[in-house]
């Protein structure tokens, strides 16, 4: 099992910068593929990023690329969300979420998730 606490979240004008964090416990965090999702009011969760359990491989949603990184800190247990040139499409509720790696651009390819934290982004 692994618990996953997201912080971070808040509102900030567009244009500005955010930075997620994602706290895991339970199982060797390292081992887990971790992945960022949103979701807008009355729109389905969708893909923002993924980082590979080393960090070594990243992927992003082509709406978020360029704008935000993901990384990894595995001493720390934690994954991180920076969020920067923020656009009010950007408003959600974000969501950490660790797996096996496998279809990470998928809802499936995540095993435990976070509760979420707002970010609103105004214009």
């Known amino acids: 099992q692994v618990q996953l606490v997201e912080s971070g979240g808040g509102l900030v004008q567009a244009g500005g910068s955010l930075r997620l964090s994602c706290a895991a416990s339970?199982?060797?965090?390292?081992?887990?593929?971790m992945g960022w999702f949103r979701q807008a009011p009355g729109k389905e969760r969708e893909f923002v990023a993924h980082?590979?359990?080393?960090?070594?491989?990243?992927y992003y949603a082509d709406s978020v690329k360029g704008r935000f990184t993901i990384s990894r800190d595995n001493a720390k247990n934690t994954v991180y969300l920076q969020m920067n040139s923020l656009k009010p499409e950007d408003t959600a509720v974000y969501y950490c979420?660790?797996?096996?790696?496998?279809?990470?651009?998928?809802?499936?390819?995540?095993?435990?998730w976070g509760q979420g934290t707002q970010v609103t982004v105004s214009s």
């Open positions: 339970g199982r060797t965090f390292s081992n887990y593929a």
């Open positions: 979420a660790a797996g096996s790696g496998s279809y990470y651009y998928t809802l499936i390819g995540y095993d435990y």
């Open positions: 980082i590979s359990g080393s960090g070594g491989s990243t």
